[in-house]
């Protein structure tokens, strides 16, 4: 086995498929607000009233 699949091997090795390469650790990690988080449901809730809407109108038609 090379050094390299040693290395994964024993987990010293992050792979990283096609992303960025400036560090092999660089995750995005981000974290939402709580007013994000409840505009999100806002818009979801909305889109969800709008496709009910829908289906009900194509339904009578």
Known sequence: MTTLGLAAARGEL???NGGDNRSPSSAMVTTLSQV????????????GVLAIRLCVSLYNA
């Not at 994000?36 to 889109?47: F, K, N, Q, S």
């Open 14 to 16: 992050e792979l990283n």
């Open 36 to 47: 994000e988080v409840l505009i999100a449901l806002v818009v979801a809730a909305h889109a």
